[in-house]
Each structure stands twice: as C-alpha cells, then as structure tokens.
C-alpha cells in the first residue's frame, strides 16, 4: 500500500546546530505535505506545510523543502534548541482525499 | 484555534469489555478521524467521516466500530477489548479531506 517513509528513526543534535529529516513518498497524487511535532504526553501540533506548488517554505527557524520528481520532501531546523526535541512526523495527503499517511516519526534530542 | 476535544484522558479496560471513546469538535469541521498510535508505528487511520451518520474504514478498522452522531461528535467503539489494543488514540477533525488536521489531546488506553 501507499507509504511514507521517514529517516532518520532518531536523530541527537548538538544545540545550535541544523537538524534535518527527510521523508519519501509513493503517490505522485500526493499534493499537500504537512509536519507534525509531538512533544511526551501531548497531541501532534501542525507547525509547517508545504503544498505541491512550492519548492521550498520558510517560517520561524524552520524550513520544508519539496522535490516532487523524486517524491521527497524534508524539514531543517536551524539552530536548534533544547525546545526542539519532540517527536516529528511527516505526512502526505491528496487533496479531497480523506488519506493521510503518515512515516513513523523521527524523535529529535537537542543536547545542551 | 481549532479544539478537539477527547474523552476520557485515559482508560483502563478488561479484556472483553466494552469501551468507548469520545471526541467533540467546535471547528465546524465536515471530516473526523480516529487514530492509533504505537512505538514504532506512528499513526494509523482506524475510521473516518466526512458527514454525520455516516463513517468510513480507514487502514486498520478490525476490532473497531465507529459512530458520528452529530457533526461535532465521533465516537470509537471497542466491543471486545483486546490485549493488542492497549495504545494512544487520537481524535482529529479537518474542514476537507486530505487538508490540516487538528488532533485532540488523545487516549492513553490500557486493556488488561
């Protein structure tokens, strides 16, 4: 079936350093893309997007890059904070279509 | 901000029983989801909806009946609890299919 999936599992930054995490996708029809950061005991939180006609977005230390030849997009955190360290999922849905799949996530600790 | 809101905040069930999840939204939102989440595993659709009375399989349904009353009210329905469903269940709701999510605070259940 349709899959998403996600590298790295776990990913151990020093603090103000980059941290990037990449994810592949199978169906070409997958237009919207979004990030989700799951800090412990708490719900997955929305914090970048990107849609199929952009390249690259931009906010608040935080940038998305999409090649949608290569069916591949990824997240890079700039100078990365202790607050940083969550849990990350990546997904891909179509739009109009009710499937979001998600990867399996990529936890992130930012050593002080 | 969009709220969802679950109940209860967890749960300890016996094997066999019967156990049922609620979620209400405010955001006016057509589409409701039920997730599971697993180490390992990130999140996996159990039952959609995209009106009321009406709900959907998702990817992994088996063992799950789901009903949405209302459009603000989705509910998860174990009739036979089971070992294997001892897991974190997120609520989600999004205005379309396949746009930004909005999970609620989710349910840690315990079936023992």
């Known amino acids: 079936g349709e899959q998403v999936e996600q590298l790295p599992s776990i990913l151990r930054v020093q603090e103000g350093s980059s941290a990037s995490i990449n994810c592949t996708y199978e169906?070409?029809?997958?237009?919207?893309f979004p990030w989700y950061k799951q800090e412990p005991g708490e719900n997955p939180k929305l914090i970048i997007d990107?849609?199929?006609?952009?390249e690259r977005k931009q906010t608040q230390g935080l940038i998305v890059l999409l090649d949608k030849k290569a069916k591949r997009f990824s997240l890079h955190i700039t100078d990365t904070q202790p607050g940083d360290s969550a849990m990350y999922f990546c997904?891909?849905?179509?739009?109009?279509?009710?499937?979001?799949?998600f990867g399996a996530g990529t936890r992130l600790k930012v050593i002080a | 901000e969009a709220a969802v809101t679950q109940s209860p905040r967890s749960k300890v069930a016996v094997t066999g029983g019967k156990v049922t999840l609620s979620c209400h939204q405010t955001?006016?939102?057509?589409?409701m989801y039920w997730y599971r989440q697993d180490t390992g595993h990130g999140l996996r659709l159990i039952h959609y909806?995209?009106?009321?009375?009406?709900?959907e399989k998702g990817d992994i349904p088996d063992g799950y009946k789901a009903s949405r009353p209302s459009q603000e009210n989705f509910s998860l329905i174990l009739e036979l609890a089971s070992l294997s469903q001892t897991a974190v269940y997120f609520c989600?709701?999004?205005?379309?299919?396949?746009?930004?999510?909005?999970f609620g605070a989710g349910t840690r259940l315990s079936v023992l």
């Open positions: 990107i849609r199929s006609n952009m």
């Open positions: 955001n006016n939102h057509d589409y």
């Open positions: 169906n070409s029809a997958s237009n919207y």
């Open positions: 909806s995209y009106v009321a009375d009406s709900t």
């Open positions: 997904a891909a849905s179509e739009t109009g279509n009710y499937k979001y799949v």
């Open positions: 989600a709701s999004s205005d379309w299919g396949g746009n930004t999510l909005y």
